[in-house]
């Protein structure tokens, strides 16, 4: 009967140095395709208003940008001067 240190592949440098780089590789392509995926998430989620903070306050009713505007409170103040 063999010992088990002849059938293990992991005794063997090669084998076992390329399996930890291609696991590293591996790893580090999943972290920058997070990194991207949250970068690109983020630029979605401010949206296209000139300004990402209100100059009104959230006030709406008297803003010069509000049909340009893409934030919560614009949208609202649109949606309910649709309504009426």
Same mark, same amino acid.
């Given at each position: 009967?063999?010992s088990y240190e002849q059938?293990?592949?992991?005794?063997?440098?090669?084998?076992?140095? %390329? %399996?930890?780089?291609?696991?590293?590789?591996? %790893?580090?392509?999943?972290?920058?395709?997070?990194?991207?995926?949250?970068y690109v998430m983020k630029?979605?989620?401010?949206?296209?208003?000139?300004?990402?903070?209100?100059?009104?306050?959230n006030v709406c009713r008297?803003?010069?940008?509000?049909?340009?505007?893409?934030?919560?409170?614009?949208?609202?103040?649109?949606?309910?001067?649709? %309504?009426?």
């Amino acid at each position: 009967m063999k010992s088990y240190e002849q059938h293990s592949d992991q005794k063997d440098p090669k084998k076992h140095g %390329r %399996r930890n780089f291609l696991l590293g590789l591996g %790893r580090i392509t999943v972290l920058g395709g997070v990194i991207i995926a949250g970068y690109v998430m983020k630029k979605q989620r401010n949206g296209d208003c000139e300004v990402e903070r209100c100059p009104n306050g959230n006030v709406c009713r008297n803003c010069t940008i509000a049909g340009q505007c893409n934030l919560p409170s614009a949208i609202a103040a649109r949606r309910d001067a649709e %309504r009426k």
